[in-house]
T-cell receptor, first 113, second 111 residues
Framework: DTEVTQTPKHLVMGMTNKKSLKCEQHMGHRAMYWYKQKAKKPPELMFVYSYEKLSINESVPSRFSPECPNSSLLNLHLHALQPEDSALYLC????????????FGSGTRLTVV | QQPVQSPQAVILREGEDAVINCSSSKALYSVHWYRQKHGEAPVFLMILLKGGEQKGHEKISASFNEKKQQSSLYLTASQLSYSGTYFCGTEHGGSQGNLIFGKGTKLSVKP
């Protein structure tokens, strides 16, 4: 298995809703990442996990809450989002934090209404 | 700190060559290169580590000039499948895992 699987592929949520994005990989990678990508822009780093511990939090608002329950799974919990949070949310993984390329999932397209 | 990519866009005919540049004002630990097609996930092409290494992947290769803090991606004899947006990502020493992407170079290959 050489994929990163993200669910759901599309999500529409209201500003008062709570939802979660899920990311799974079975490649044995020990580093996992959340990126946010707006149209025609590069991916922006949000969170980095290494060996299931939060390693980097790029000053992301608290309405985004990451969780890494085990080495294969990464969640992003969403609460009280704003319309400007609408974007493509990409998950990625790599063998370790340094020296390895990332495998990206196909993303969750999030729309906040 | 976001790396600077150039050019912003390039249009090629099949078979032509292109060079995409990526530079940083801060000392680099590594440079990653990815290609993203419209509506798809970024796909890893190669990583260059501190040491001036040159790497190759089919007809795509890259160099890393540590002294100039620059990397270049070389696409030779371009194919239609090379179309997409190319992003370089840079990491600095002491910030491994903090991969920051440049704004991207949109490459269009025409028949």
């Amino acid at each position: 298995d050489t994929e990163v699987t993200q669910t759901p592929k599309h999500l529409v949520m209201g500003m008062t809703n709570k939802k979660s994005l899920k990311c799974e990989q079975h490649m044995g990678h020990r580093a996992m990442y959340w990126y946010k990508q707006k149209a025609k822009k590069p991916p922006e780093l949000m969170f980095v996990y290494s060996y299931e511990k939060l390693s980097i939090n790029e000053s992301v608002p608290s309405r985004f809450s990451p969780e890494c329950p085990n080495s294969s799974l990464l969640n992003l919990h969403l609460h009280a989002l704003q319309p400007e949070d609408s974007a493509l949310y990409l998950c990625a993984s790599s063998w370790a934090l340094a020296n390895y390329g990332y495998t990206f999932g196909s993303g969750t397209r999030l729309t906040v209404v | 700190q976001q790396p600077v990519q150039s050019p912003q866009a390039v249009i090629l005919r099949e078979g032509e060559d292109a060079v995409i540049n990526c530079s940083s004002s801060k000392a680099l630990y590594s440079v990653h290169w990815y290609r993203q097609k419209h509506g798809e996930a970024p796909v890893f092409l190669m990583i260059l580590l501190k040491g001036g290494e040159q790497k190759g992947h089919e007809k795509i290769s890259a160099s890393f000039n540590e002294k100039k803090q620059q990397s270049s991606l070389y696409l030779t004899a371009s194919q239609l499948s090379y179309s997409g947006t190319y992003f370089c990502g840079t990491e600095h020493g002491g910030s491994q895992g903090n991969l920051i992407f440049g704004k991207g170079t949109k490459l269009s290959v025409k028949p």
